[in-house]
């Protein structure tokens, strides 16, 4: 790419009509494979009665603000949207408007690498994930690219065959890349021989997020459902009803789960042998939630949403403990390094901040002692975001938070340095 910003660029140009062969075997697909005939019989929905939590039923105190750390970015980045993020070898890669992909240092927030792919289509990276020192990138196009996570360079391009749908998840297990695409067919490659098996998991309805859960098993959210699969012989355990698109899920715990799913987040219960029951609806969140992640071992989880806004709640109590204010736009993607919350967003203007705090091991799940009930009447109960600009252009202050809930808390364990 020989334009004015220097992009380093691998010069990838999907070929939609080039045969699949040429950069993998491909089996040939089973359109009613039958390891999934429980899946076509359509297994019944599970509807259980659940409670609700409202913003209303949460403790109301005062927020300690963290602060807000604005990398500088780069010029392939200004006025670009970040739609998606991945650790791989202790570095960080966001995937933007299109087709950027940048690479940051984790602990310094310094830029290592920009690039474009897809340079003749402009798109927007729907999915990230590494495994097996590879970064999977998936653009709004039917093709994925692999990248050396060591070396950031092209290594592979893989073009489905005419008419397949782009990828919208990604997630891996061992050897093996599991995607999902917007036409609900789930792609297992094996990452040494790039192979593929194909299953058509959900007929007609998108996967919109992949996980798999700390007891194996494969959660696939799609629209109003997410679907369990053991990942042994992707045969469907259970279906778990919801409101509306799933949009992301995470584990809190062997036996618990929180899916989000229009505005609210479902609390669901796993039992020893597997099977999920909603025990709570969490509310609060004015619009879409698009996102969730956890700090390891602190009992937090984060949840940024369509309404601007990022909810930190206590995972034990299941409720919130902060309200963060930040991006003037859809918060996309939030991503734990073990130490700071990297979080990507649709505001132009600040498309990459990162969220830190003086101690990350502070979070605790109880919070009433005598220190926190102190400062709490010490604090104003409207604090103004400490932001550390270090973007030229970029604004050094946001608007106040109205309300803030809940203090932060006294000191428990450091959280795991895992992502």
């Known amino acids: ?41 359509s297994p019944t929905l599970s509807s259980t009665p ?13 927020i300690v603000s963290p602060t807000i750390v604005s990398p500088n970015l780069p010029q392939s980045l200004m006025g670009m949207r ?4 991945t650790i791989a070898k202790d570095k960080m890669w966001t995937g933007a408007d299109n087709g950027v ?28 994930a590494y495994t097996q020192d590879m970064v999977w990138i998936s653009p709004e196009l039917p093709c994925l690219y692999v990248f050396d996570a060591n070396t950031y360079t092209h290594k592979k391009t893989i073009n489905n065959t005419v008419g397949e749908s782009e990828v919208l998840a990604m997630v891996s297990v061992g050897q093996e890349m599991l995607t999902g695409d917007s036409a609900g067919w789930l792609k297992i490659f094996n990452c040494d021989t790039m192979k593929k098996r194909t299953v058509h998991i959900l007929e007609g309805a998108p ?43 995470v584990f809190v715990s062997k036996e618990e789960a929180w899916v989000s799913s229009n505005d609210v987040i479902d609390v669901w219960r796993i039992d020893e042998g597997g099977n999920c029951q909603r025990v709570v609806k969490l509310e ?39 309200e963060l204010t930040g991006p003037d ?18 505001d132009r203007r600040m498309p990459l901040c990162i969220w830190t705090f003086p101690d990350p091991s502070s979070f605790s799940s109880s919070s009433s002692t005598s220190s926190s009930s102190s400062s ?39 959280p795991s340095s895992s992502s």
């Open 101 to 128: 992909v940048c690479v940051w240092d984790i602990k310094s927030r310094e830029l290592i690498k920009e690039m474009v792919v897809s340079v003749l289509q402009k798109t927007r990276i729907t999915s990230l």
């Open 50 to 62: 659940s409670s609700t939590l409202s913003s209303s039923t949460l403790s109301s105190s005062t």
């Open 376 to 414: 709490l009447s010490s604090h104003p109960r409207t604090v103004r975001h400490n932001i550390v600009p270090l973007q030229v252009g970029l604004r050094s202050s946001f608007a106040t938070a109205d309300s803030p809930k809940n203090a932060y808390l006294s000191n428990s364990s450091s």
């Open 207 to 249: 996967i919109s997020c992949l996980h798999i859960s700390p007891t194996g098993r494969l959660w696939i959210g799609s629209y109003k459902v997410v679907v369990i699969v053991d990942i042994q012989n992707l045969t469907v355990v259970q279906k778990l009803s919801h409101s509306s698109k799933v949009t992301s899920i």
């Open 284 to 322: 609060g969140h004015k619009n879409k939630v698009e996102c969730l992640n956890i700090i390891p071992g602190a009992n937090v989880v984060w949840s940024g949403s369509f309404d601007k806004s990022i909810f930190v709640w206590d995972s034990e109590t299941r409720q919130k403990k902060y």
């Open 1 to 41: 790419n020989n334009n004015s910003n220097n992009y380093s660029s691998p010069l990838i140009t999907p070929e939609l009509d080039t045969d699949t062969t040429t950069f993998y075997n491909t089996q040939p697909v089973c359109e009613v494979p039958p390891l999934l005939q429980p899946l076509i019989a």
């Open 82 to 85: 970040v739609t998606r993020m």
């Open 329 to 346: 736009e859809t918060i996309r993607t939030l991503v734990w390094t073990g130490h700071d919350m990297w979080c990507g967003s649709y």
